[in-house]
């Protein structure tokens, strides 16, 4: 069984703003090494593969990737685009309550600031935190600028709604809840317009390429037809989004299977923060629907959640009860789960004053289908992975650690969110560091006038012989089972030592099949994933914000920390990971 090393190296003097002032380095996971990835997914031989040469690559097109693209292009860059799916696919699309800003005369920018921090758990950076926020008003200007339509309130103002851990009704939306939809389209007409950006859509990003000094340069990828094309560019921005395909219980997208962070990684970027996974305690349950996120709205408007003796449970969980933070919801369902020993929980709509079949007409239309009538039927509900907290870690202007390399939006981890994310701030941080990620890049496209051709260093593998036969869709079903039930919304130390054994298990097999299409690498990138997940769950000895350990159920000082995960390796293979445990400093200045 693998174990975490609770003995603690390394003691590196490093300036600090907030806390004790140091670096701690953790001899974290016992041998085997707790990971091992080849450099790249394929056989690489880069001979017979067209190479397109643009300023800047974008890879990823929601809000942050979209948003990025256009800044980056108007600052003069030429940008390719890519998205493995359409331009629209995206998490982005499916967002429903909205965008936090502070655009109400009754708000201030100190108050967004100061709910953002305490929900973060003192593991936000403040200056990132006020950056964002502050930029909150031009990114809804800049909405109306591209002829987004806004919910208006009977003053013709804008109509801000009140989400749980805002203390002011500040969230601006679209649609009533289609706010997702209406920022991706507007986004993807003005793409679609810009000179300056070339889309490519179908198009799977598989690796980064790097140069001999470590620079990332290029993207290999595979187009509709399954033919290799390597996009090259001295400047490349991950926006690739989440990582909620990896668990069986999800509000995310097909598309959301960690594919940036996997290659980021593999190429040696540092990861942080990956343990913090965010769950939305409502999504429906029933067998053969899709998992459609009920959001807090519903709970706002006096639905109650009750077990399936009909018992009302929140107010013992917490004073707010319904209208608690997420992830004390999402607890406290569980727990009614497991208590009643039942698949869910039930919201009951029966004593809403209005009628919840006109409030809530998508809900009521999906669950009438499933013979469910919404006013006087209880509606199953259990958590599904909504949000992955942590990411690739960057600079206020998006920097990774590798040279070239940039992310943003949900692949990354900026700072904004610590230890929880508070809800309609990620379309908020994927505008305004989205805007900030492609200035920054135009800037460095305009400093960089090299025309040489970067020469990739590629150490070719030999075809992969697998010998037996391997079902992929069978091995991803068993991977998101093994999350959502080792390290779903409760963990303990046992039962994600032996998930990370049985990863490790498949990551073998994994690497002795070939793997040659987008449902293989997206299993890889998952698995992959998975092991970073749960090696910083596992050093992660505390319950904090969305992390929550029954065997370490409290936050404890020595982990007021970010947790870092380093790459160690050649450049054929990521050998293994060093964890960090790291003080609160925020840029990469102490990488
Ligand atoms: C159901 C739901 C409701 C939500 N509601 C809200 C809300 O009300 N308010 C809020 O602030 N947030 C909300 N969120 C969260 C928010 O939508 C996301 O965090 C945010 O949209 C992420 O934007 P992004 O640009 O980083 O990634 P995404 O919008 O997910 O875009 C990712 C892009 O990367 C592309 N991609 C991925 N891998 C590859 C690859 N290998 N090769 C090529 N392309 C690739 C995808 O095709 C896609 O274009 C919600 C999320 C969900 C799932």
Same mark, same amino acid.
Request: proline residues 5%; contains cysteine.
């Given at each position: 069984m693998t174990r975490v090393n609770p003995r603690q190296g390394l003691c590196v003097p490093c300036p600090a703003r907030l806390g004790v002032h140091f670096t701690l380095r953790i001899d974290s996971l016992d041998s085997p090494a707790p990971l091992h990835l080849p450099r790249y997914l394929i056989p690489l031989d880069l001979r017979n593969v067209p190479q397109y040469r643009f300023d800047a690559v974008v890879v990823g097109s929601?809000?942050?990737?979209?948003?990025?693209?256009?800044?980056?292009?108007?600052?003069?860059?030429?940008?390719?685009?890519?998205?493995?799916?359409?331009? !629209?696919?995206?998490?982005?699309?499916?967002?429903?309550?909205?965008?936090?800003?502070?655009?109400? !005369?009754?708000?201030?920018?100190?108050s967004h600031v100061q709910d953002t921090l305490r929900l973060g758990c003192d593991l936000s950076d403040p200056e990132v935190v006020?950056?964002?926020?502050?930029?909150?008003?031009?990114?809804?200007?800049?909405?109306?600028?591209?002829?987004?339509?806004?919910d208006q309130d009977e003053s013709g103002g804008l109509a801000l709604s009140k989400e749980?851990? +805002?203390?002011? +009704?500040?969230?601006?939306?679209?649609?009533?809840?289609?706010?997702?939809?209406?920022?991706?389209?507007?986004?993807?007409?003005q793409v679609r317009t810009c000179e300056g950006v070339s889309s490519f859509e179908q198009v799977f990003a598989i690796d980064l390429l790097s140069t001999a000094d470590g620079t990332v340069a290029g993207v290999l990828c595979s187009t509709e037809r399954r033919e290799l094309v390597v996009f090259q560019a001295a400047q490349i921005i991950l926006a690739t989004g989440g990582a909620g395909q990896i668990y069986r219980e999800t509000t995310n997208p097909a598309i959301a299977t960690a594919d940036g962070v996997a290659m980021a990684v593999r190429a040696g970027a540092v990861v942080r923060d990956m343990e913090f996974i965010q769950f939305h305690p409502t999504c429906l349950y029933i067998a053969g629907a899709a998992r459609v996120l009920i959001s807090e709205v519903v709970r706002g408007e006096g639905g109650m959640l009750r077990d399936r003796h009909g018992r009302r449970f929140m107010p013992e969980f917490h004073p707010a009860a319904e209208l608690a933070p997420r992830d004390v919801v999402s607890r406290a369902v569980f727990d009614s789960m497991l208590a009643t020993d039942d698949t869910s929980a039930y919201l009951d709509l029966s004593g809403l004053d209005r009628d919840p +079949?006109?409030?809530?007409?998508?809900?009521s239309s999906t669950c009438e289908f499933f013979g469910i009538d919404i006013a006087?039927?209880?509606?199953?509900?259990?958590?599904?992975? +909504?949000?992955?907290?942590?990411?690739?870690?960057?600079?206020?202007?998006?920097?990774?650690?590798?040279?070239?390399?940039?992310?943003?939006?949900?692949?990354?981890?900026?700072?904004?969110?610590?230890?929880?994310r508070m809800g309609s701030n990620s379309l908020l941080e994927a505008l305004v560091l989205g805007a900030a990620t492609g200035q920054a890049v135009g800037e460095a496209v305009r400093g960089n006038d090299s025309r040489s051709l970067p020469t990739f260093t590629v150490r070719e593998a030999g075809p992969r012989t697998p010998p037996v036969r391997v079902?992929?869709?069978?091995?991803?079903?068993?991977?998101?089972?093994?999350?959502?039930?080792?390290?779903?919304?409760?963990?303990?130390?046992?039962?994600?030592?032996?998930?990370?054994?049985?990863?490790?298990?498949?990551?073998?097999?994994?690497?002795?099949?070939?793997?040659?299409?987008?449902?293989?690498?997206?299993?890889?990138?998952?698995?992959?994933?998975?092991?970073?997940?749960?090696?910083?769950?596992?050093?992660?000895? !505390?319950?904090?914000?969305?992390?929550?350990?029954?065997?370490?159920?409290?936050?404890?000082?020595?982990?007021?920390?970010?947790? !870092?995960?380093?790459?160690?390796?050649h450049d054929a293979a990521i050998e293994s990971v060093v964890i960090e445990r790291r003080n609160l400093e925020s840029a990469l200045s102490n990488s």
């Open positions: 929601g809000a942050a990737g979209s948003t990025a693209a256009l800044q980056a292009a108007g600052s003069g860059a030429a940008v390719a685009l890519l998205s493995k799916a359409s331009l !629209e696919d995206s998490n982005t699309l499916l967002a429903k309550g909205g965008m936090a800003a502070v655009v109400g !005369e009754d708000d201030s920018l100190a006020e950056s964002v926020v502050s930029g909150g008003p031009a990114a809804v200007q800049a909405l109306l600028d591209m002829g987004a339509e806004l749980g851990g +805002h203390s002011s +009704h500040r969230i601006v939306h679209a649609g009533i809840d289609a706010t997702g939809r209406e920022i991706q389209s507007c986004l993807v007409r +079949h006109v409030a809530f007409p998508g809900i006087t039927d209880p509606i199953p509900v259990r958590p599904g992975c +909504h949000y992955q907290v942590g990411g690739l870690k960057v600079d206020r202007c998006g920097r990774t650690s590798i040279p070239g390399l940039w992310a943003v939006g949900e692949v990354a981890s900026s700072g904004l969110h610590g230890a929880n079902n992929v869709d069978d091995l991803i079903y068993s991977l998101k089972s093994l999350m959502w039930r080792e390290l779903g919304v409760r963990r303990t130390g046992q039962g994600m030592s032996e998930a990370l054994d049985k990863m490790r298990f498949w990551s073998r097999a994994v690497q002795a099949m070939p793997l040659e299409d987008p449902r293989a690498w997206e299993f890889s990138n998952m698995l992959e994933v998975a092991q970073l997940i749960t090696i910083g769950a596992l050093a992660r000895e !505390e319950s904090r914000g969305v992390h929550h350990r029954t065997d370490f159920p409290n936050p404890r000082p020595e982990w007021l920390a970010h947790s !870092e995960l380093r790459p160690q390796g």
